[in-house]
Each structure stands twice: as C-alpha cells, then as structure tokens.
C-alpha cells in the first residue's frame, strides 16, 4: 500500500456510467438533450484499515454497520485501479441504512503510513465520512464509552445566525487507524426526511468530505467534468465551528455535491481566520468579506 493512499485515507467508489461524451451524443435524437452526467451513482465510502477485522469490530459494535460481503483480490486489475504493484487486498462491504462502506487492508505488499499523528481538520489530505443520528446525546456517550479518541472538543450545535447549518449538532471523531469520522444530527427541516426517524440511533451515512484550497477549481472537476449536482453551500466560523474543527479561527466554505444516489460529497475549503464576529459580519458582511464569497444560499 503506498504512503499516498493511506495518507488520503478515504476515497469515494464512484459509479461511471458508460454513456460518456461522444457515445451518448450518438443516441440522443434531439440536439437540445440534456447532456448525460458523467457519474450516474455515488457508491461505497472506502477506507483504506491496518486490520480488517479490528475495524469491522469497531464499525459494527460502536456504530451499528453490518457486514454484507468480503473479498480477496490480486493480479494486474487491482494493481492497476490503486497503483500499488504486488498488491493484494482483503476489503469488507458493511452496511448501515442505504449506505455502504468498504474497509480494505492491504495484505500485500508491507509498508503502508499510518495517518500523521500531526493531522488537523484544515490538512488537504483530511476526509471524513459523516453519520446520521437520531439522538446525539445517545450517540455520544456510546463512543464515550467505546473510548474513541476525539477529534472535536465535544458535541456542537451550529448558531442560528447561519441558516444553512442552524441547529446541526455535529462532532468529529476517530476511528481505531485514526481516520475522522463525523456523526450529525438534522433539526427538523433539514436534511433528508428519513434523518429524522428514531428507530435506530445510527442511520445512515449522509456525505464524504474532503478538504480542498480552490472551491472554483473543485466545481470545475466535480460539477462541471463528472457532472455532480450543486446541492446546497454555506460559509461556517465561529466558537462553534472552531471547537467542531479543532483549529483556531477556523472559516470554512462549505459545497456539498450529489448524484442521482448515493451519499452526497462535500468540498470544504479553508478561507482563513475571520476577520469579523458573527454578530458583526451578519450586520456587514458585504464589507467583511468579498461579495463573491460572502454570502451563500441553498441551491434547489
């Protein structure tokens, strides 16, 4: 396993379609067709695990996934798909609500790094994958008593004054290799309708988050070129959100991206510290940040 790959950590398994660019404009009839996307399906959440049975240990009884398949691979197609020559891999398909993840180890060849022990929430190489819960209260003493390692100072609920994340409570985590994991909880009104069941305290994986420097530049890549939908967007600072992220003065923009299925994606990139209170910039924030990036609404 290369250094790279674990360093990333998470990686989305993405559905291509196999209708792409010239083939598809060959059966469409009318030349006013909407173009077909690129990706069809967001698949699996994939994580890259030290031991297999470990993880799937932690991700079952800590947080209720189950396990629906396992297989063993080696030869030319997976050492090609991870460019990692000699590779053979064990991976683990687990389950929780519709969403899936795959924990693969790497049983050849040796050598792979383990997550920096330096690693903060604002790092490029950061992902995370964030799960629903119904109560998090509930959610959070069952990893207290699991005696996860914390990557947030504790739970947080995001300030009303922003009204895209209002009433979120979200905390960070990590798992036994030290990947993040966020568990999230919707107010009524927001997220999906299935979020706000109680049947179960873990519901399902929401979205996968990577760290990114350019927003632009990222929508170009997923929106524009695989052809993932802009679902929603908002820009997030304050106490909260700096306990949340565990990095002082921490100022996100936050773009989260969907498919027709599958969990969404979010890009998150770093603006910097504030440069205004939350009370402040709510009265002047067209003088606190560049109109072109100081406010943002829900995309329908």
Excluded at 86 to 105: H, P
Excluded at 199 to 208: E, K, P, S, V
């Amino acid at each position: 396993m290369s250094g790279t790959l674990q360093r990333m950590g998470w990686a989305i398994a993405v559905a291509l379609s196999s209708l792409i660019a010239g083939g598809t404009r060959g059966c469409i009839s009318s030349a006013h067709a909407a173009p077909v996307p690129l990706v069809r399906s967001v698949g699996c959440v994939a994580i890259t695990v030290s031991d297999a049975d470990r993880s799937l240990h932690f991700y079952s009884s800590v947080l209720g996934f189950a396990k629906v398949a396992e297989v063993e691979q080696a030869g030319d197609g997976v050492e090609q798909l991870a460019a990692v020559p000699g590779a053979r891999t064990r991976t683990l398909r687990l389950k929780l609500g519709r969403e899936c993840l795959d924990l693969t180890e790497y049983l050849a060849p040796p050598g792979g790094r383990a997550v920096p022990d330096d690693s903060r929430s604002n790092d490029r190489w950061f992902q995370h994958a964030a799960i629903v819960v119904s109560d998090m209260d509930r959610a959070y003493a069952v990893l207290r008593q699991a005696r996860v390692e914390h990557a947030s100072t504790s739970p947080q609920r995001l300030p009303d004054w922003n009204p895209n994340a209002a009433g979120i409570r979200a905390f960070y985590f990590r798992d036994p290799d030290r990947h993040v994991l966020e568990v999230l909880q919707f107010p009524p009104g927001k997220g999906e309708t299935r979020w706000q069941e109680t049947d179960r305290l873990f519901l399902g994986i929401d979205h996968t988050a990577i760290v990114v420097g350019d927003t632009q530049a990222s929508l170009h890549f997923y929106r524009d070129t695989l052809g993932l939908r802009l679902a929603g967007s908002s820009e997030n600072w304050g106490s909260e959100q700096e306990r949340l992220n565990n990095v002082a003065g921490a100022h996100l923009r936050i773009t989260t991206l969907r498919a027709s299925t599958g969990p969404g994606g979010r890009t998150i990139s770093s603006i910097g510290t504030r440069r205004c209170s939350p009370r402040t910039c709510r009265v002047r924030q067209r003088r606190c940040a560049p109109p072109t990036r100081g406010s943002f609404r829900r995309a329908r």
